[in-house]
């Protein structure tokens, strides 16, 4: 189902099979698939605007469970909208409910299969 290695031992009596994890870096920042269908996706987006969007760096099956928050020093809240199979909106607030455009995390994960 993907590109990673199958690793093949022999135990003695039988042969294990087992799928290596995924690991793959891209623009849209980083993704790790597991052979169970497990995806997990992160990434830093830069300071720019009070809404941002972000593309997953893989896409998922179904929309997955996301988390964003402030990567800044400052007391920041930050919040999701609109999550998709391919990617969500991220919105920064200071603490008297005013925009912020600092960097921000995003993590997602689901299935990709």
């Known amino acids: 189902r993907s590109d990673a290695d199958t690793l093949?031992?022999?135990d003695g009596t039988s042969w294990v099979l087992d799928r290596q994890a995924e690991y793959v870096?891209?623009?849209n920042g980083e993704y790790t698939r597991l052979a169970d269908g497990t995806q997990i996706?992160?990434?830093l987006l830069s300071a720019?605007?009070?809404v941002q969007s972000a593309t997953w760096a893989a896409a998922f099956a179904a929309a997955p469970?996301?988390?964003c928050s402030p990567a800044s020093?400052?007391?920041r809240a930050a919040s999701l909208d609109g999550v998709t199979t391919l990617g969500a909106d991220t919105r920064l607030y200071d603490l008297s409910g005013g925009q912020a455009s600092e960097d921000r995390?995003?993590?997602?994960?689901?299935r990709w299969y």
């Not at 995390?105 to 689901?110: D, F, K, N, S, V």
């Open 73 to 75: 020093s400052q007391p």
């Open 65 to 67: 469970r996301a988390t």
């Open 25 to 27: 870096t891209n623009a």
């Open 8 to 10: 093949a031992t022999f």
């Open 48 to 50: 720019g605007t009070f």
């Open 105 to 110: 995390y995003l993590i997602a994960h689901g």
């Open 41 to 43: 996706c992160s990434a």
